[in-house]
């Protein structure tokens, strides 16, 4: 392995691959990418129902612009002004070169990108290539990295990003095989890695994702808005989000004891009007507090039930009470899409086969079959909308440490959905940019050694149940204070003493005790700023504070949570810029650039 890049790249998805794509485009060729597995990660294992993409408007005659679309993505409450406006002024030319690398988007014959309404879309910005948006995405760049050549360094997992006087110097990686440890110098890192996982039990993330922001966390970097996450209904055994059809023909919501006794806990809590709540479930997919007396019911019923001990079902093979006499009894709104849908008629499967048959097929390639097999279900995390602190190039406070995609905190309370995949592109690109625009730094390969590990009886597997259990009990959704202040005291104790506490059978689970370092440093960052969220704000977004009301009067968020060292603050978020737009002086500096590069 080289000891030397310019700079390294740490992940495989989205925003990775563009990250080297881009970097390579503009000159820098000394590079790599780095992952513990090319296969593993969200952007390529992961989808839903339409998996969707969100951009600037690029059909019909409604119209759009650049400030419209910053405008709906600063609105979202804690997001910084100069990340919606370069999320929304690069959406068009970072879709478009996903559309010249080979992703399917849908196009009509004179070349417009039809698109649809989203959640928090007051356009219809949202387009899609279906269930697997995000693959097909991740599949294109890699084509395009492969085709020139750039090293991608499998089975290592980074655990740790070395720094010297405040500044990136080199990582060190252990093999997710040998555990033996390597070190290479650099002098830029982006980190590429997803969202934080693996600190929930009920989680919707594939279980080939892990996160590494706790290596961020680790180099000193700070953390903005860690407390906002998006949640909801999904099945458990093979990790899907329930959304859209799956909700839509009406499934019935069941619970099961201990004894095998089952109940429609839905209707006896909410009678008919379950049917249009459940309906609800495929627009308004994630928890909302502001809808808890709406379709968030759903979710707040279906914890309440696992909370009892009982285990909670999705039935496609019965219609739920309430359709006893047809469907006559539904809203206007559910009837009309049904039967605009040409499915008023049979069983939730059979509806199903009529409206999206793709939803069975994904879950029987998964093994399970809707039509003869009742999924399991829970409300689960799904993103996290905060993230590393970055500024306007998607760097963070760590010289040369810079951070995209979900990984960086560059989302808010709210977000329309799929600007998610959207930002992994900007962000990689804007890093990119100002990497090839910065002056160079010596490199040099820095020392590392391993600190001192226990070997014996491994306790990994334990630990992580424990904790990953008690932060889906307390820091969810639906979030207790005193448990939070309870389980951060003790994640702290973990943290300070992790090498004491853990112990591996061998060598080969050198990775596995840091990914369980990497959980504990998060959750702690985690919880310290869902308490400072908590006092500050209380109940918002998608966190339900000790059952109290929003306290904020419906205004939009004009913080956001800063976490440096699982030690949390509120900041003021920055306005929208107004940089220059008078075309004569661009152009004049432009030829500046041009000028200076040709010298």
Known sequence: MKKQFHTVIIGTGCAGFNAADRLYDFGIRDIAIITEGRFMGTSRNTGSDKQTYYKLSLCGGDGDSVREMADTLYAGGGVMGEHALAEAAYSTRCFMRLVELGVPFPTNEYGEYAGYKTDHDPRSRATSCGPLTSKYMTEALERSVLAKGIEIIDFQRVVKILTEDGAVTGIAAVSTVTGECSVIGC????????????????????????????????????????????YGIASTSFRWNLSGTYQQVLPRYISVDTDGNEREFLYDALGDDSLGLIFLKGYQWPF????????????????????????????????????????????????????????????????????????????????????????????????????????AHWQSDVQGLYVAGEAAGTFGVYRPGGSALNSTQVGSLRAAEHIAQCS?????????????????????????????????????????????????????????????????????????????????????SVLSAMIASAQAIGTHGSALVDRLPDRSGGEVRKTRTLTKNGVSRMEEISPMPTPELWFETLLARQKEKIGKCIK
């Open 288 to 391: 909302d507090t502001r809808k808890a007396d709406g379709s968030s019911r759903v979710d707040l019923l279906a914890a309440e039930e696992i909370k009892k001990g009982r285990r909670v079902y999705l039935d496609f093979m019965h219609n739920p009470r309430g359709l006893e006499n047809g469907f006559s009894v539904l809203p206007v709104e559910a009837y009309t899409y049904l039967e605009k849908s040409e499915a008023l008629f049979g069983t939730p499967i059979e509806r199903l086969a009529k409206m999206n048959v793709g939803a069975i097929e994904l879950y029987a390639s998964h093994g399970i079959d809707l039509y003869t097999e009742k999924l399991e279900i829970a409300v689960c995390a799904q993103h996290c909308n905060g993230g590393v602190s970055v500024d």
């Open 187 to 230: 002098q830029n890192v982006i980190l590429c890695t997803g969202g934080p996982a693996g600190i929930y039990k009920n989680t919707v993330y594939p279980e080939s994702q892990h996160g590494a922001t706790g290596l961020a966390i680790d180099a000193g970097a700070t953390l903005s808005n860690m407390e906002e996450w998006q």
């Open 440 to 524: 160079e730094r010596a490199i040099k390969t820095p020392e590392y050694s391993l600190p001192e590990i226990r070997f014996g009886v491994s306790n990994l597997a334990a630990l992580r149940e424990e904790y990953q259990t008690e932060m889906s009990r307390s820091a969810d959704f639906d979030r207790s204070t005193d448990g939070m202040k309870k389980l951060l005291d003790k994640v702290s104790h973990l943290c300070d003493n992790f090498f004491t506490e853990t112990c591996i059978g061998d060598a080969s689970e050198t990775a596995e005790l840091f990914k369980l370092y990497d959980m504990a440093l998060t959750q702690r």
